[in-house]
């Protein structure tokens, strides 16, 4: 064999059965388009639709599907699927469960990329949005339409944190076979469970909490049973592929979610709390303080809260006064996205097409990374003072 044939065929790895055999703790990566079958009636079979094994790359390969069970055990559901990305998760899902002529439900509150599939790219193929309230309720029932399928809701939706009343929402959502999907990104399966109460198709960005680590993008949808087909279908089909290193960082990243967002959370009160009893911020908008609109509602349906909320000060500062204080931050990074190890902040005016007590009122978003809270503190009471 010439020497050139002998490198393409130097894969003696893969006869190697204490290889094969070895135990690490964390999975394998596993790279490939081309699956090997062992025999002419494998590929047969695999033809025929009927092949037992992975066929191909785009077939989900081994570290995904770990992925997806890891997933969908911690959110209960009976399927899950990953994405590229989060908001990835969000348009296939919406894709995947919604028809020419249907018209859908939007919290008011929904990241902005969500609101702006629906309204730039939905509609080209018929599917009207209608906007409820950020912190909608049973009322969601007058925006309901004879064609209304599909109910989006996110809870505490981005930026203003409104939280909807996700149990009142879909028992009349039920009633009507309206189906309704959960971005839960920001409280993760283990603060809010979205099938108890009673959500069809939960979401999570895995770029934010679950991976932690501001390293990876990606996205899950979860189904019960009742939607599992359809979604499962829908991702066969368009063969939508993840990246298995991706997979990888998730899993290792889900391993210590519980820890961090224990210490996201207690860090971010505790820097709310402090932010509270200053004369210069006018409202800070985190669910579990009892100073929350929403917060008796909050306290039924979460057992935790995450590292990320906001402030507004008590007046409207100029852009240039805005930047000092900004810019002399030191622990805190300018920049979107959230749920890593790093403080960040972003600032911005949110406008809602329903009227809103923050209409016009400068949001400061902070989400609070792993450092010691008495140095995010110190930080930022300097940068005050640059506005006192
Ligand atoms: C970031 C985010 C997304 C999108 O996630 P990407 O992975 O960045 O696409 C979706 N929903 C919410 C609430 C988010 O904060």
Same mark, same amino acid.
Request: glycine letters at 8%; one cysteine or more.
């Given at each position: 064999m010439?020497?050139t044939? $002998?490198?393409?065929n130097?894969?003696?790895?893969?006869?190697d059965?204490e290889?094969?055999?070895?135990?690490?703790?964390n999975?394998?990566?596993f790279r490939?388009?081309?699956?090997?079958?062992d025999?002419?009636e494998?590929?047969t079979?695999?033809?025929a639709g009927?092949?037992k !094994?992975?066929?191909? +790359?785009?077939? $989900?390969?081994p570290t995904?599907r770990l992925?997806e %069970?890891a997933?969908r055990?911690?959110e209960g559901g009976?399927?899950?699927?990953t994405?590229?990305?989060?908001i990835?998760?969000i348009?296939?899902t919406?894709l995947?469960?919604t028809e020419? !002529?249907?018209h859908?439900?939007?919290?008011?509150?929904a990241y902005?990329?969500? #609101?702006?599939f629906c309204?730039?790219?939905?509609?080209?193929?018929?599917?009207?949005?209608?906007f409820?309230p950020? #912190?909608? +309720?049973r009322e969601?029932e007058t925006?309901i339409?004879n064609?209304?399928?599909l109910?989006?809701? %996110?809870?505490?939706?981005?930026?203003?944190?409104?939280?909807?009343?996700?149990?009142?929402i879909?028992?009349l959502?039920k009633?009507?076979?309206?189906?309704?999907?959960?971005d839960n990104?920001?409280?993760?399966p283990l603060?809010?469970?979205?099938f108890?109460?009673?959500i069809?198709v939960?979401?999570?960005?895995v770029?934010k909490?679950?991976?932690?680590h501001s390293?990876?993008?990606? !996205?899950?949808a979860t189904t019960?049973?009742k939607?599992?087909?359809?979604l499962?279908?829908?991702? $066969?089909?368009?063969?939508?592929?993840?990246p298995e290193e991706?997979?990888?960082?998730a899993?290792?990243g889900? $391993?210590?979610?519980?820890?961090r967002?224990r210490?996201?959370?207690?860090?971010?009160l505790?820097?709310?709390?402090?932010?509270?009893?200053l004369?210069?911020?006018?409202?800070?908008?985190h669910p579990a303080?009892?100073s929350?609109p929403?917060h008796?509602?909050?306290k039924r349906?979460?057992s935790?809260?995450?590292?990320?909320?906001a402030f507004?000060f008590?007046?409207e500062y100029?852009?240039e006064?805005l930047a &000092?204080?900004v810019n002399?931050l030191?622990?805190?990074g300018?920049?979107?996205?959230? +749920?890593?190890?790093?403080?960040?902040?972003?600032v911005?005016?949110?406008n809602?097409?329903?009227?809103?007590?923050?209409?016009g009122?400068?949001?400061?978003?902070l989400?609070?990374?792993l450092?010691?809270p008495v140095?995010l503190?110190k930080d930022l009471?300097? &940068?005050?003072?640059?506005?006192r």
């Open positions: 010439k020497s044939t $002998r490198l393409i130097c894969d003696s790895f893969s006869q059965e290889i094969s055999q070895l135990k690490t703790i999975p394998p990566i490939g388009s081309t699956v090997l079958f025999s002419f494998d590929l079979l695999a033809s009927e092949y !094994g992975i066929t191909y +790359g785009t077939d $989900r390969l995904q992925f %069970e997933i055990e911690l009976a399927l899950t699927r994405f590229p990305s989060g990835s998760a348009i296939n919406l995947a469960l020419c !002529g249907d859908i439900l939007l919290c008011d509150n902005g990329p969500t #609101a702006r309204t730039e790219i939905l509609t080209k193929y018929n599917i009207q949005t209608t409820v950020p #912190a909608s +309720g969601i925006y339409q064609n209304t399928k109910i989006f809701l %996110e809870s505490p939706g981005s930026n203003t944190f409104e939280i909807q009343d996700i149990p009142a879909t028992a959502a009633k009507r076979e309206i189906v309704t999907v959960l990104t920001w409280a993760t603060y809010l469970d979205a108890a109460l009673g069809d939960s979401i999570q960005s770029t909490y679950i991976s932690g390293d990876v993008l990606m !996205g899950t019960n049973q939607y599992a087909e359809k499962e279908q829908f991702y $066969r089909i368009l063969e939508i592929y993840t991706d997979c990888y960082t899993l290792r889900l $391993r210590t979610l519980p820890l967002l210490q996201h959370e207690q860090s971010a505790e820097i709310a709390r402090w932010l509270e009893s004369a210069i911020i006018e409202h800070v908008i303080l009892p929350h929403q008796h509602i909050w349906d979460f935790g809260s995450s590292g990320i909320f507004v008590n007046q100029e852009q006064k &000092g204080f002399s030191q622990l805190f300018i920049g979107y996205s959230w +749920g890593g190890f790093k403080s960040l902040i972003t911005g005016k949110y809602r097409s329903q009227k809103s007590e923050y209409s009122k400068t949001i400061v978003r989400n609070i990374g450092e010691e140095d503190i009471e300097s &940068g005050f003072e640059l506005l």
